[in-house]
């Protein structure tokens, strides 16, 4: 490693800037030679918690954005935008009617659980080597292929038409920008997501979340291997840490495995830690139950 920095960031995003402009931001922050990327988008328009990832953490940004996120999305209903949200051009509807909220819970269950989601048009998925947005913005209507994502749960907070207020839970990939104009689409009556707030992703919660320009390493920097969700860990002593740290396979006794990989015959991947807690090393645990081969190797900190 060219630092000792080795961790998180639980940053809380005002509306506005992008993504890259706080990352931007916390790199002037901290100083040459650290890494700091995010792990998860949040569009300009959106605010709430945003986890920047310092040092070697940035190669742990695929488990945080794999973790269930929370939101709370206000949708406008009667207007469509190109975009799914009000940075872009708005359309009302003409002649629609307010559906009543009976309708609008009933259509909200329909959301619940695996569905089948069209990316916005307006999003860096990739259409035959092109981000869709390059795409959309140079006036072409990107094929965007329906994917899976879930939905684990919606709450209506709030009903005024032509506003709906919700509490979204649900797991990584998933667009609430998709789901603000695909609710709005089988209502009948269209709809965007015109303001978004991103309350958790994971354990980390807005309540916990620092301004960008407040942040301070030395207090808030967080362990990474929150990153890593209930990952199983395993906690070893010096010696095969040292192995370890050099990209070796280690055997492990069983009796150090935790439940869940000791019961498992298939490889899992585990966490490896040393004794003071710190993440050394992401790996599989072998068919053979016991050699734990590092595919992410930390090293000392």
Known sequence: MLTGVFGLLNIAKPPGPTSHDIVDLLRRRVGVGVKVGHAGTLDPFAQGVLVLCLGPATRLADYIQAQPKRYIATVTLGAVSDTDDPTGRLTPLEGTEAPPADRVRGVLKDFLGAIQQIPPAHSAVHVEGRRAYTLARAGETPLLAPRTVTVHSIELLTYTYPTLELDVSCGGGTYIRA????????????????ALIRTAVGPFSIEQAVAAEQADQSRHLLPPVLALGDMPRVTLPAAPCARLAMGQAVKLAREQLPPPAAQRAEPVELAAMDEQGRLLAIGVLGSDGVTFRPSKVFGPG
Do not use: E, N, P, V
């Open 179 to 194: 789901l603000a104009r695909d609710i709005g689409a089988t209502l009948g009556c269209g709809g965007y997501c015109s």
